[in-house]
T-cell receptor, first 117, second 111 residues
Framework: GAVVSQHPSWVICKSGTSVKIECRSL??????MFWYRQFPKQSLMLMAT?????????EQGVEKDKFLINHASLTLSTLTVTSAHPEDSSFYIC?????????????FGPGTRLTVL | GESVGLHLPTLSVQEGDNSIINCAYS??????FIWYKQESGKGPQFIID?????DKRQGQRVTVLLNKTVKHLSLQIAATQPGDSAVYFC??????????FGGGTRVLVKP
């Protein structure tokens, strides 16, 4: 199956700093990638859709100036959490759709655990 | 899918028994459904999918059933093994590629 990687796998930062998370499709190209946030014991909530070569589209209630998304190439999307605060601590997961097998299946990265002190 | 907030429903199953996980979805326009397995600290892993023009699909040890009349999806795991212990999510896809996830069910396999 298609492989999606994320870097870093975990990060601890001080309140007020910015953190960048990378999402890469390793063996396929993705014009679209998705960013999710998952709090403990909860489901995945879609934050935004990252579009290669154009602006990301954000879900209702997600601050676009706080969660900056850049889809610089067909294999890389980045999520930058700006001026992070403890309430931003969460598990951030990206996904990318692949046409493997003829269906539009989304493959997920391993996630990035962000802890803001 | 149903959101259960901070509490995940848990299904305890004896090793070797069959497991059935249920999911209610919300959008009648959804045309594609997927089951994912998520182990602690990891991203969701694709298990099986089904399109809305089908009501059953089988994989290796797993079967997904779709009832569009009542907007219900189920995942059956045959001969549950300790490695099946995880949280299982259903997801539905309507327009575009955006997925909406259900609340999740934790499966605990007892030896």
């Amino acid at each position: 199956g298609a492989v999606v990687s994320q870097h870093p796998s975990w990060v601890i930062c001080k309140s007020g700093t910015s953190v960048k998370i990378e999402c890469r499709s390793l063996d396929f190209q993705a014009t679209t990638m998705f960013w999710y946030r998952q709090f403990p014991k909860q489901s995945l909530m879609l934050m935004a859709t990252s579009n290669e070569g154009s602006k990301a589209t954000y879900e209702q209630g997600v601050e676009k100036d706080k969660f900056l998304i850049n889809h610089a190439s067909l294999t890389l999307s980045t999520l930058t959490v700006t001026s992070a605060h403890p309430e931003d601590s969460s598990f951030y997961i990206c996904s990318a759709p692949s046409l493997t097998g003829g269906l539009d299946t989304q493959y997920f990265g391993p996630g990035t655990r962000l802890t803001v002190l | 899918g149903e959101s259960v907030g901070l509490h995940l429903p848990t299904l305890s199953v004896q090793e070797g028994d069959n497991s059935i996980i249920n999911c209610a979805y919300s959008n009648s326009a959804s045309d594609y459904f997927i089951w994912y397995k998520q182990e602690s600290g990891k991203g969701p892993q694709f298990i099986i999918d089904i399109r809305s023009n089908m009501d059953k699909r089988q994989g290796q040890r797993v079967t997904v059933l779709l009832n569009k009349t009542v907007k219900h999806l189920s995942l059956q795991i045959a001969a549950t093994q300790p490695g099946d212990s995880a949280v299982y999510f259903c997801a539905e896809k309507a327009a575009g590629n955006k997925l909406t996830f259900g609340g999740g069910t934790r499966v605990l396999v007892k030896p």
